[in-house]
């Protein structure tokens, strides 16, 4: 699916193809909560990097996280300088993939059957889980890849 997004001054405009256009994992860790915050939590998709095009690289700036002991992440979080809008993380360890925020995607994207609440031992207490019937949840990372629930649900695309 071609996904189509921009930052919210549409300084920057981009184009990706993506085999899991579903969002449906919202991650609730504090790195993805404050950097992108909606809601308390971040929903990433699935694209892949080689069919990223982009419209205003000279607004763009990159964020690589401070994890807990101390050192930066290698997950690279581009933004729009201009406004600020979070856009999509791209890390050297899987260079094939990048990974749009959902909040950043113009393109309608399809409903989730069900969600996946994820890093809920990162939850703050004021952060509401709205869960349904159905939800998956957990304290840290899932067993699981976003193509791997996309594929066992026959969503891929």
Not at 14 to 37: D, L
Not at 94 to 104: E, F, I, K, N
Not at 131 to 143: E, L
Not at 147 to 156: D, N, V
Request: net charge positive; hydrophobic share 30%.
């Amino acid at each position: 699916m071609l996904l189509k997004g921009s930052c919210h001054c549409r300084a920057v405009r981009f184009s990706v193809q993506s085999h899991e256009p579903v969002p449906f994992m919202r991650c609730y860790c504090s790195i993805c909560r404050k950097t992108s915050g909606s809601g308390g939590y971040a929903i990433n998709l699935g694209a892949d990097f080689n069919t990223l095009k982009v419209k205003g690289r000279e607004h763009l700036s990159v964020y690589r996280a401070r994890l807990g002991s101390g050192r930066r992440s290698q997950g690279q979080r581009h933004f729009c300088k201009e406004c600020g809008s979070p856009l999509w993380l791209w890390d050297p360890r899987w260079p094939d993939l990048v990974h749009p925020q959902a909040g950043a995607i113009d393109t309608p994207l399809p409903a989730a059957p069900s969600l996946c609440h994820i890093m809920l031992s990162f939850k703050p207490d004021w952060v509401p889980l709205q869960t349904r019937r159905g939800d998956q949840r957990f304290d840290v990372y899932p067993d699981f890849s976003l193509a791997q629930w996309h594929e066992r649900r026959k969503l891929t695309r």
